[in-house]
């Protein structure tokens, strides 16, 4: 490709292809979520890590994949919520801030929110990954006993969760409710799901990842968006038609029924004043996030 280059760690050049771009090349997109690594450090009976500690892709996302994601939703103007896991523990990655930073400079106005376990944030860690552009924390604990008090930070133990049988993976949890079946689906109209490879999967409940859409590597993030088969899918999932797929049939996941459910855990708007009516919500939490960072009020 052909145009302005722009240079995110030593080594790694992407280039970014030419003509205009905007969010209308990708309706709908609010949330991505990025693999930045595929293992954690523990092995929760909820979790498919249980069933799969080592799944059978590279450990760490390179710096090629995670460059060209960034790139692409760059080129799109990309300005919804960001995170850093699939079934994985994000702080596994030593360099997570500079991630984080070249996301804070070339997404200025994305919400940047890492999901973790907490067990290896230290204060150093948080620090530097504030600084960096992290703007919300948001830690579920899995281990009784105090844990420390920070700003931006948002706590919850694991029994808070809504549990899901992770696309039937997880046969030791319940199978979804007839009702279930015909409930609709919009977490793929609003999520993009991109794997330690660059594979662009249906859905995060896919543990299994067989459902790929296309490959960052690839493609062109507006192609995978709009292609003819992850559309068909998705405008079928909106009208309650989870037969589309025997991962949907299986699934007990009903958290995004309605259009807008997936930009923002309810914890987190809950522990920022906001709800899920509150105008812009991501916006004005990066505002908060931004003003706290660099001291304007």
């Given amino acids: 490709m052909s145009g302005r280059s722009r240079t995110g760690a030593p080594g790694a050049t992407v280039e970014s292809a030419p003509g205009r771009s905007g969010p209308e090349e990708v309706p709908g997109l609010s949330v991505v979520e990025m693999e930045v690594c595929s293992r954690c450090n523990r ?22 994949v995670f460059l060209r994601t960034v790139e692409q939703l760059e080129r799109v103007s990309f ?21 984080v930073a070249i996301v804070a400079e070339r997404l200025p106005n994305a919400l940047q929110i890492l999901n973790t376990n907490g067990d290896l944030l230290n204060e150093r860690r948080f620090t530097d990954l504030r600084q960096a552009g992290i703007d919300y924390f948001y830690v579920t604990r899995h281990s009784p006993g105090d844990y420390p008090e920070r700003p931006f930070q948002v706590l919850q133990t694991w029994q808070d969760l809504t549990l899901t049988n992770r696309g039937g993976t997880l046969t ?126």
Avoid: Q
């Fill in 172 to 297: 030791h949890l319940p199978m979804p409710k007839p009702r279930t079946t015909r409930t609709p689906c919009w977490a793929p109209s609003e999520m993009l799901i991109v794997t330690v490879t660059g594979d662009v999967l249906l859905c995060y409940e896919d543990a299994d990842r067989e459902h790929v859409m296309g490959n960052i590597m690839r493609s062109e993030l507006p192609d995978i968006w709009n292609s003819e088969r992850f559309r068909a899918i998705r405008e079928r999932l909106r009208h309650g038609e989870r037969s589309v797929d025997g991962m949907c049939m299986k699934c007990s996941n009903v958290s995004h029924s309605r259009p807008g459910l997936s930009a923002l855990e309810d914890t987190v708007l809950d522990a920022s004043g906001l709800t899920r009516r509150s105008p812009a919500a991501v916006a004005v939490l990066k505002r908060r996030s931004t003003e706290a960072r660099t001291g304007r009020s």
């Fill in 43 to 64: 092995r929760c009976s909820y979790c498919p890590v249980s069933l799969d500690p080592m799944p059978p892709v590279p450990a760490r996302m390179s710096d090629e």
């Fill in 79 to 99: 300005a919804g919520r960001i995170s850093y896991h699939l079934y994985n523990e994000p702080l596994l990655r030593t360099d997570l801030a500079r991630l």
